[in-house]
Each structure stands twice: as C-alpha cells, then as structure tokens.
C-alpha cells in the first residue's frame, strides 16, 4: 500500500504528459526550387524563441510568415528563394542552441528524397544534399531516445510501476525491454513522419496506462493478466 501511495502521488504530478522537447524545421524544395519552410515549436517551450535560424547569404524570404497553434506546436510557415541553384551544396544553420538543448530536428525535402538530421549545440547545421554515415545518424537517434526517455516524467513513472508490478527480475527485464523497443517504434514512426498522431490523443493514452498501472497495484491479484503478461502489456 505504501508503494501504491507513492506512486500515485508521482502520478498526480505528471498527467501532463510531455512532448519530445524538440522543434522542428521541414525544408521542403520543388522541381522550380520554390522552398517551403515549416518551423514547429512547442507551445511550452520558453526557450524556443531563442532559436534562430540562419540561411545561406543567397536566400530571401519572399512571404509573410504565417502562424497558426496546431496540436501543441506554434507553426509558423514561409517560403524562399535561394536562387536557381536552390540550396544544393548549401548549409542550413540553427543559432542559439546550448548543450542542455534537445535540439532541432531538421528535414529537407526534394523529387522524393528526404535528408533529416538532429541538430545540437556541437553540431548546429545540416549540409544539404551531404549524407551522413550510417553509424552517425545511429548515434543521433539513439541519443534522442535515450533524453527522450530520461527527460519524460511520464516514462519514468510507466517504468516504476513496471517494477512494483514484476514478480522477478526475468519478467522486469521483459517489460521494460518490451515498453522500450514499442516506445523506439512509435518514436521513430513520428519523427520519420510515417505516422502523425495528436499530442492531446497521445498525453491522454498516456494518463490511462499510468492510472492502469495504479489500479493493478491496488488490486493486489496476482492471477490477473497484467500481472501474468506484464512484458505484453508493457510493449502495447
């Protein structure tokens, strides 16, 4: 009972599930080199507009920024033209970052190619039409997941009631692998841009499996299904 309590007194404090932490830039370039720009940030972020970001010498705003509140993020969107060479060979850079940011996501888009890269204090720019290595990219990404994951109240709670519900460590290390490898899936599907959920739809599914979490504690069964299949119900 004294473990019920103390997490649902933790639980209180975090049903305001959070967002990634990231902003996000699209640079989206057509056939004509029409360039598109789509800056995201999150509503409760004070320090994003401390962020700016900086084009090549060659670029001009040619529209009005237009603003608009969509799912927890301010969206502002523009257009530019960076000559007739468009932005190939060209560096995009994001200004006032520091090393406890969790930086910007960027992604630029052309005849179907997609280059996105995570931008942090050490490394402020995106070179256009300049891959990255593999192990680079593997690097950036699971260094998002892993402040993704410690900065989230929420996923921090998930896991404790994980653990006052495992019986051993056997069925510990199944769940917490299980909610592990389903939260790197649904993090990769939203930042890859393959899925689009509201963040409203998400922090409430969140909310639930926490208060699920609580209310197996209360119960106290140990022939229940959560408790029989915790790894199952960790990963879903």
């Known amino acids: 009972m004294i473990q019920l309590f103390i997490f649902l007194?933790?639980?209180a404090s975090s049903l305001g599930a959070h967002q990634t932490g990231l902003s996000y830039v699209d640079v989206k370039e057509d056939a004509q080199n029409k360039i598109v720009i789509e800056y995201k940030?999150?509503?409760?972020?004070?320090?994003?507009?401390?962020?700016?970001?900086?084009?090549?010498?060659?670029?001009?705003?040619i529209t009005e920024s237009q603003q608009s509140?969509?799912?927890?993020?301010?969206?502002?969107?523009?257009?530019?033209?960076?000559?007739?060479?468009?932005?190939?060979?060209?560096?995009?850079?994001?200004?006032?970052?520091?090393?406890?940011?969790?930086g910007v996501l960027i992604g630029y888009e052309k005849d179907a190619v997609v280059e996105t890269s995570l931008l942090r204090a050490t490394t402020p720019f995106i070179h256009i039409n300049h891959k990255s290595e593999a192990f680079?990219?593997?690097?950036?990404?699971?260094?998002?997941?892993?402040?993704?994951?410690?900065?989230?109240?929420?996923?921090l709670l998930f896991v404790l009631g994980i653990l006052l519900l495992a019986k051993t460590r056997k069925i510990l290390l199944y769940s917490v692998t299980g909610f592990t490898i389903a939260h790197s899936i649904t993090l990769a599907f939203g930042v890859l841009g393959v899925m689009s959920v509201s963040i409203l739809y998400v922090e409430a599914v969140i909310a639930l499996s926490i208060l699920f979490l609580a209310r197996e504690l209360l119960r106290e069964d140990s022939d229940s299904f959560t408790r029989k299949y915790l790894g199952v119900v960790a990963f879903i």
Request: aromatic share 14%.
């Open 69 to 102: 509140v969509v799912d927890g993020f301010i969206i502002n969107e523009y257009e530019l033209w960076c000559s007739e060479d468009g932005l190939a060979d060209s560096r995009i850079w994001v200004e006032g970052l520091v090393s406890s940011d969790r």
């Open 136 to 155: 680079e990219l593997f690097r950036e990404y699971l260094e998002l997941g892993i402040v993704h994951i410690w900065m989230g109240f929420d996923h």
């Open 41 to 61: 940030k999150p509503l409760g972020d004070s320090k994003a507009d401390d962020i700016f970001i900086r084009y090549p010498l060659k670029c001009a705003q």
């Open 9 to 11: 007194v933790l639980f």
